[in-house]
Each structure stands twice: as C-alpha cells, then as structure tokens.
C-alpha cells in the first residue's frame, strides 16, 4: 500500500509576506533524486522560516517581552513557552542580535541559503569587513568548514591581541632629561593597564591643586566686559599632580591602595567573553581597548559590577557591585542550598552567590 504524505510549508521572505505551498508526494514511489531535491528544498524553507523567527526573538527580546511572563531572560522564556534547552536558547537570542548587526549573512539566511548552523558559527566572529569571506566559504562548504574556520580565525584574534599586549609590555619605558631652563621632561610609554592606574592616580591628585590662578596670585582678567578668573590648563594641573604624587609616595611609601570608587579602574567587556572566550571587545572606559586575556585575568579577583545593555549601549539596568566570594563561604553554600533557591528556579550549577 503506498502512503501519501502531505506537506504543508511555510516560506517566509524578508519583507514579511509568506506564500503557502501543498505537495503531496509518495515517498515510496519518488526517485532517489527526486528525494534528495524535495529535502534540499524544504531544507531552504526551514532556513528561511528560522531566520524569521530569529528575527521575532530578537525584537521580542529588544522590547524586554519575556519580563511581562516574570521570567529572568528571553532564553528562559524560551525554555519555558518553546520546550528549548537553556543553552540552545542563550545561543539562539545571541545569534538573533548578532543577525541585526551582520546584514548579508541574514539576508542569505532569509533566503534560505544559510542554514541556522552556519549562521550560529560565523556570528561568533563575523563583522561587517569579514562577512562576505565567510559567506563565501559558507556556500561552497560545509557546516564543518565553517566551524573549523571560525576556530581558527578566533585563535588567531586571540593570539594578535595577546601580540598586541606583549609589545606594549617589550616597550614599555620612561625616560628623563633636563631643558636648558633646567625643567625637567619626562616622556613615557606605559601599557594600557598601567597607563590607566597612572591616569586614575593623576585625575585623584588634581584634586589637591589649585584650579584657576588666583589662587595662586594671579590676576583677573576681563573678557567679554565681564570679570572671568582665568582657569589653569588641565596640564598645568596634571604637572602640579605629579609632585603631590611624588611627595605622597616619599611620605607614605608603597601602601596598598584601598577603598573609593575613586580608585577604580573600570573595564568594560562582554559577559560572554569572560565564559567562552569569544573574541569580544574589551575596552578600558576612557581609554583603549585591551585583550581579553587581560580581562580574564583581571576578573579572577576583581569587584564586578553588572550593567545590562541594549544593542546601543543604553544601560538598562545596573546591579550591586559584587567581589569574589571565599571557598568556604562557596562550600557551604554548597552544601547547604545544592542550587538555586530564587523561586521556581532550577538551576543547579554556575549560580552565583549573594
């Protein structure tokens, strides 16, 4: 007895419209070609429909929907009204915001040229510069291919950052020498993380200076038929810095520093790029960009403050600062709680303390 399948399939375009199409086929009775070309084919419409549903989640996400249900996130929203698994869903919401950014790789995915695979692998390092080389590799291989090229373009980000670092650390110097005046001038080339600490420490000591110049027994001037106190340029201000530095170090010695805000260095990297060591961007505020090693390295011991972002950099929502809790404080929360105690929370594993 032959079977009759019927198929219904949704093709969806980027513009939003959809046509239906109805098959009925006898998978008995077709060819092996005329198989092989119906999965190929309902393959593209799959792609297509998946890239519109990433789409919806990226907009459902972007106006914070899954917070009307009480959920923590848009992927636990999936878990729960898709049936997804946690991490296939973290994965899906980070690829649906990567699409927004990447337009060809979306639009070939739109067109069912792209399966969800590819897209997921080429979004972990994709920019708008490299996105027509790996569509090209993505249409003429496989979804391994893309894997082991996304590998390896990682590491090699990896090891030009970790490049980068080491030839700021082989150049680091300072030097002295005295004009004819008798000034002294100083010149320095510092690393990022230590030029920011010396920038922290001069903005710090400011502080402690005059800022305009009658209080160092100048003159007003007049401008404008209005009586202005004339300011102190900012490098005068940081030259008298140096010398409240100096004398402070003389008197104090090398004593830790501890306590303010004031004293922060502040870095501003992706969640995700401390968890799997993605190639994110990892930027000091007000200052230059540093690896993602550094980072790392940084967060093993570090206060942490949580700021959620939107896609413009719009902070959302801004969460305690937290530090690093001891392991036996972890060990018996450990064995007291064995997970999460948040309500209706399951998880058991990578929870965090409070």
């Not at 082991?148 to 082989?170: C, G, M, P, S, Y």
């Amino acid at each position: 007895m032959t079977v009759l399948h019927t198929v219904h399939v949704t093709r969806y375009t980027p513009a939003g419209s959809h046509m239906e199409i109805e098959a009925q086929t006898s998978s008995v009775d077709l060819s092996i070609s005329d198989l092989a070309s119906q999965i190929t084919e309902l393959a593209g419409h799959l792609n297509a429909a998946n890239h519109r549903w990433l789409m919806l989640i990226a907009e459902f996400d972007r106006r914070n929907g899954w917070s009307d249900w009480g959920t923590q996130s848009c992927a636990h929203w999936l878990n729960w009204k898709c049936g997804i698994d946690m991490g296939a869903a973290r994965e899906k919401v980070r690829v649906a915001h990567a699409l927004q950014s990447l337009p060809k790789i979306s639009a070939a995915m739109a067109r069912g040229e792209l399966s969800y695979s590819k897209a997921r692998a080429m979004t972990r390092v994709a920019t708008p510069a490299t996105e027509d080389y790996l569509l090209m590799i993505a249409r003429h291989g496989t979804a391994q291919h893309i894997e082991e090229t996304v590998r390896h373009f990682r590491n090699a980000l990896d090891a030009e950052e970790l490049a980068k670092e080491a030839r700021q650390q082989k150049q680091r110097s300072l030097t002295y020498s005295y004009d004819d005046d008798g000034s002294l001038i100083l010149k320095a080339r510092l690393p990022a993380e230590i030029g920011s600490v010396v920038i922290k420490a001069l903005e710090a000591a400011m502080e402690s200076v005059p800022s305009n110049e009658e209080d160092v027994a100048a003159e007003e001037i007049r401008l404008s038929d209005k009586e202005r106190v004339k300011k102190v340029p900012r490098r005068v201000q940081r030259a008298d810095a140096i010398g409240v530095l100096a004398e402070s170090f003389l008197q104090n010695g090398a004593a830790e520093l501890s306590g303010g805000d004031k004293h922060q260095i502040i870095v501003h990297v992706a969640a995700e790029t401390l968890k799997d060591k993605s190639a994110g961007q990892c930027e000091i505020e007000d200052g230059p960009a540093v690896s993602a090693e550094t980072c790392r390295r940084h967060a093993c011991d570090c206060s942490l403050v949580h700021i959620a972002e939107d896609e413009n950099g719009t902070p959302l929502d801004i969460a305690r600062k937290t530090r690093s809790i001891p392991p036996s404080i972890r060990r018996a929360l450990n064995s007291r709680d064995k997970g999460c105690r948040f309500p209706g929370c399951c998880n058991k594993k990578f929870v965090d303390g409070h």
